[in-house]
């Protein structure tokens, strides 16, 4: 991926962190709400966001570092191009699943990543022409840019589930 397709994809990815910092600093119930859309809340899935992300940029950061890796597998290649992740084909690494934070916890852990992706900006020529890999693992070896795309689609995959819980939450069909 060429650096000014890496800038785009960049911003969008800081957007999305914000529209996350927004659930998880959001006044009243809505954020800790239960439905039956997900197993898990609002607040939850933004608990989720900031661990998941916290470990693709230091896989991010490892690849960097390499001159090789894992191979790329079939299935991040897929969802990669398709920017679609299934809803309920896969379930959380253990690392990555929330563990009941409070909202300013979770708020502070988003923040942090934030700052360490907008800090990524500055070293986005760097990260197009890296060709080093670190393991995701479903998807396998994935080189620099292609965690920034990762971290991409799995912020819009889990932003759906969100606003599927909020119109729950808002319809009373909770």
């Not at 991010?60 to 390499?66: F, S």
């Amino acid at each position: 991926m060429t650096e000014h397709r890496l800038a785009p994809l960049h911003r969008e990815i800081l957007s999305q962190i914000d529209t996350l910092l927004g659930i998880a600093e959001e006044p009243g119930e809505f954020p800790e709400a239960r439905t039956r859309v997900s197993g898990w809340s609002a607040l939850q899935h933004t608990e989720h966001m900031a661990q998941a992300d916290d470990g693709s940029l230091h896989q991010l950061e490892a690849a960097l570092t390499r001159d090789g890796g894992p191979r790329f597998k079939l299935a991040g290649r897929v969802v990669l191009a398709l920017g679609w992740i299934p809803r309920g084909a896969g379930k959380a690494p253990a690392a990555s699943r929330p563990e009941a934070r409070s909202r300013e916890e979770v708020a502070a852990a988003l923040h942090s990543v934030r700052d360490r992706i907008e800090a990524l900006g500055d070293r986005l020529p760097e990260i197009a022409a890296a060709r080093g890999r670190a393991s995701h693992p479903v998807f396998g070896g994935l080189r620099p840019a292609q965690w920034l795309r990762f971290l991409q689609v799995h912020h819009h995959h889990h932003l759906k589930i969100v606003a599927g819980i909020r119109r729950a939450y808002e319809s009373g069909a909770k």
